[in-house]
């Protein structure tokens, strides 16, 4: 290696990391679930998508403190630890809200909402306002002052004698599906205590909500002391900071392991590290060229298209390889380049072909990732071609003896052939079989985070009674006004499923902000202040309350009568709009109302009862439908735009050999070795998600190139065995990487180095048997 | 050498004559801290009371009766007998109140009541013997006559001072005979303690 090389190499590392820094500092790659989501979504599935990612929902965490060993300690002592972490989360200020079944005293802030407490839910009818009512309340009140508490809330008494504050409460409550006797949030067995609390970070914020997790588990330990309790948590923030852990420690001994391994692995064959440096450049810099290119065309580039973008221009490692193999002396790099230059050209402009139809995609995703690929690829070329030469100064030593004895017999070859060929029917048939059974459909199974924790998060939802998340009803009207008047007349009629048993109950939010039609009804309902003052004389009669107490509550009655409605500002006022904020939001020009069925026994009778209503603006939203349907309509885009890049680059393919029997040479392999591989990951039971799929991509763009340079041996025999060197040096370390891979926890990545090994392997052996064989050098 | 250890023997036989020095003085002086180390219920007890609320809602006084007990570390149990059944648990932060007894009780968060939170935090710390807790928690005053004695706790706490004037313990000797709470609104709670059960 000369002086000169040496220091071009210095300086293109330095450019490198110019490069590299700048591509940091401009991109933060989004990690939400946008990469599987269309520009053009439906309404709904746009709803979905804002549900599963920004909505209030995303944020919340389920802790549940139970005995370890299970019964050992009293639900009492669960109580009191769940009082005391849930006061101490309350506190820290790190949360939206903390509920745990205790009931909380009236804050200050509720004050806005218990000035207008008769607009509110339940109804209050005139009825309740007669003088024989409002001595059934006084009685009971006389009687509360009695009890600790009632001497403890009797500040209330002069404004609130009918104990309306109480019902509401009370009301409230049995929304939340925690009214069990007492109050408190138990498991039905007694055995576990639940806090159910929101973070009030936002949910991409993945470091924050880290922090929160973080932060739960020392409170906990700090309150638990000595007691034998042990605290789950579950929920979207568990599951967030969960995944990015594991996928962060994954990859981290992953990277390690492989590039450890490679690095050896080039070492041994070429014996100089300068080289082995040289290798990373075309990769490095492609790298860099696929997130500027995707940070220019759309703004934003997603953490997916960054993993699954440098994996597939990963191959541009090949790149340098077969230039090296083919040097031959120390200043060879350029005649080398002049061997095989040609072929890579057209190699990487097949392949970039292929990837210029998926970026057609209307899912942001792949159109991202198809602008990387090209990018990347163009430009790990060009270094290649025009860098590489500057900085080379290496000859990779002979190819061992070795390499000339892997020849099987014309004979063999021809069995080994047809024994392929004979194969492709009952593949195929394979394949088919399968059916339907061949996609994965549900995306939880995609989830890095373990069964066991999602099964954790089912236990503790259905413990805790909360709503059923799978199924909601969706109304969508231009105005908060028509949302609430359509919740209620919708809600009487829900009402009869209820009482059929089939529905255990539903949450909305009217329940909490009745509209302003039926707050006009209960204003109407208010008696005059006359009338009131008349039936508070006449109840009191006989009992033992100071005359004229009473005051303030025939003023805080013709006040509601007559003062300001209640809007959803008043929520916010009271702090209270995490009630609502899941059940009432804008959407567009448009207010959406989720009704959220609780204990829902059956469904279809659910959906029935929208479809009966015939109503535009209501509509029945299953998610995991939804989720599936969003699947395949990923699935059937990708594969369109997959077989549009197989024909774009078959016909760039024909441009460069002009010769259909030299594309057919080319193209049988990557074809039959796509089959193949399909076919050995079915037999293994694979379910193929749109990241398989992707993975096949790598397979054929692999493949494509092995056959292209064994292809060129026919017209360049005398270059077979160097040739056949970075080949199967190539393929060895792309099985190994991908190898080390399918060790991982997390199923994305399994998947991915499963199918590209399986892939890798049938790409190298079948490229060997068809294309490497009809070269001249072998008959 | 010789003249320190004489010293040191000097300053022995001094200390030790010390505790006697004190018993030589009497009966010494009733201070705040003698007087909560002394009514300390290390064992737990168990006391009826009765007690009249005078509220200024009402024109004619309230009348409870029931009793009252103390398990330690920290358990205060007030259960109503009459006029209507009704046990309160103060426990921890937690307070728990049973109206009926078939019924689970429901249970609060002690600082959401700051007149609940300041009435069982003071008596479970008198009864604990815990000196230090009320001393921080109240300003104490002392008055004794004879063996009559009048502890006045002055809330510190803000939440609590809003909520709670003043709390007067009168007792004699060991035993306490009367819990006045004089609440900021001019309502008062005056609990007679008439004894074991």
Known sequence: MK?????????????????????????????????????????????????????????????????????????????????????????????????????????????????????????????????????????????????????????????????????????????????????????????????????AMPAYDLAAQQEVVDFIGQAFAEIKEEAAVQMEMAGPVVFATQSSRIIQSEMRWLTLLSALLVIGLLLAVFRSLPML???????????????????????????????????????????????????????????????????????????????????????????????????????????????????????????????????????????????????????????????????????????PVPAEARAMDRRLRNQMGAADVRYLLVIREPSIEKVLQHSETLGEDLQKLVADDRLGGFDMAARYLPSLKSQKGRRDALP?????????????????????????????????????????????????????????????DNWVGLIAPQALRDPQALANFVTARNDTSLSFLDLQQGVEALVADYRQEALFWLAIGTLVAAATLFLGLRSPTRVFRVMTPVALSVLFTVTTLSLTGT?????????????????????????????????????????????ITTVTVFSILAFSSIPVLYGLGQTVAVGTLWSLVLAYLFTAQGNPSHS | MFRIRRRSLVIALC???????????????????????????????????????????????????????????????????????????????????????????????LSDYPTLDAMTTTLRSLFAGDVHVLQRLHEVMLACEGDAWLLTLIPRVAAWSEAIREVQVAGSGRSVRSITVTEAGGDILVITILGKP
């Open chain 2, 15 to 109: 200390l030790s004559v010390l505790p006697l020095l004190d018993a030589w003085a009497g009966e010494p002086s009733l201070t705040v801290a003698r007087l909560v180390a002394r009514l300390a219920q290390s064992g737990g007890s168990s006391v009826r009371f009765s007690e009249e609320r005078r509220l200024q809602h009402l024109t004619a006084p309230l009348f409870a009766e029931g009793t009252l007990t103390f398990e330690p570390p920290g358990t205060l149990e007030r259960l109503v007998l009459q006029p209507k059944w009704e046990k309160m648990v103060a426990e921890g932060g937690l307070l728990t109140i049973q109206t009926n007894k078939r019924d689970l009780p429901a249970r609060f968060l």
């Open chain 1, 528 to 588: 005059s202040r006359v009338e009131l003052a008349k039936a508070v004389a006449e109840a009191a009669k006989g009992l033992p309350f100071k005359p004229g107490l009473f005051e303030p509550f025939i003023e805080d009655v013709s006040r509601s009568k007559l003062g300001p409605p209640l809007l959803l500002e008043d929520f916010r006022k009271a702090g209270l709009e995490w009630l609502l904020e899941v059940l009432l939001f804008q959407q567009g």
């Open chain 1, 3 to 199: 002086r000169g090389h040496l220091v071009r190499l210095a300086l293109s590392f330095g450019l490198l990391a110019a490069a590299v820094i700048l591509v940091t500092l401009w991109m933060k790659p989004k990690t939400d679930l946008s990469f599987v989501f269309s520009r053009n979504p439906s309404l709904d599935l746009e709803l979905l998508a804002e549900r599963l990612q920004q909505g209030p929902s995303a944020t919340l965490l389920l802790l549940a403190l139970s005995a370890l060993p299970p019964e050992t300690v009293s639900p009492e002592v669960l109580v009191r630890l769940s009082n005391r972490l849930a006061g101490a989360l309350d506190k820290s200020g790190r949360f939206r809200f903390v509920v745990n079944g205790t009931i909380r005293g009236p804050g200050p802030e509720v004050a806005v909402l218990f000035d207008k407490r008769y607009l509110l839910n339940p109804p209050v009818t005139a009825a309740d306002f007669s003088a024989a009512a409002l001595r059934t309340g006084f009685e009971r009140r006389l009687a509360e002052l009695h009890t600790a508490l009632g001497a403890a809330t009797k500040r209330l008494l002069p404004q609130d004698p009918t104990g309306r504050l109480q019902e509401i409460l009370a009301f409230w409550q049995g929304a939340h599906g925690s009214a069990r006797p007492g109050g408190a949030w138990l498991s039905a067995d007694q055995t576990a205590a639940f806090i159910m609390v929101r973070s």
């Open chain 1, 687 to 731: 379910a193929f998600s749109i990241f398989h799929l992707l993975a096949l991509l790598l397979v054929a763009g692999v493949g494509l190139d092995y056959a292209l340079f064994f292809e060129r041996c026919a017209t360049h025999p005398p270059d077979w065995l160097r040739t056949l060197r970075a080949v199967v040096l190539s393929a």
């Open chain 1, 277 to 447: 440096l040289a290798f990373l450049l075309p990769l490095g810099f492609g790298l860099c060229a696929g997130v500027f290119a995707v940070l220019a065309l759309f703004g934003e580039i997603h953490g997916i298209t960054l993993a699954f973008g440098g994996i597939l221009i990963g191959v541009s490692v090949d790149y340098p390889l077969h230039l090296a193999s083919h040097t031959v002396s120390n200043d060879g790099t350029r005649a080398a380049l002049g061997l095989i230059w040609p072929t890579l050209r057209l190699g990487m402009l097949t392949t970039v072909a292929a990837f210029l139809a998926i970026a057609q995609s209307s899912f942001p995703g792949l159109a991202q990732l198809g602008v990387f690929a090209i990018s990347g690829l163009i430009t790990a070329a060009l270094v290649t071609r025009w860098l590489l030469p500057l900085v080379l100064h290496a000859a990779a030593p002979p190819p061992s003896v070795l390499w000339s004895r892997l020849r099987p017999s014309p004979r063999q070859i021809r069995f080994l052939r047809l024994a392929i060929l004979a194969l492709v029917l009952p593949a195929v048939a394979t394949i088919g079989f399968r059916g339907a059974a061949l996609w994965e459909t549900d995306l939880r199974n995609l989830s």
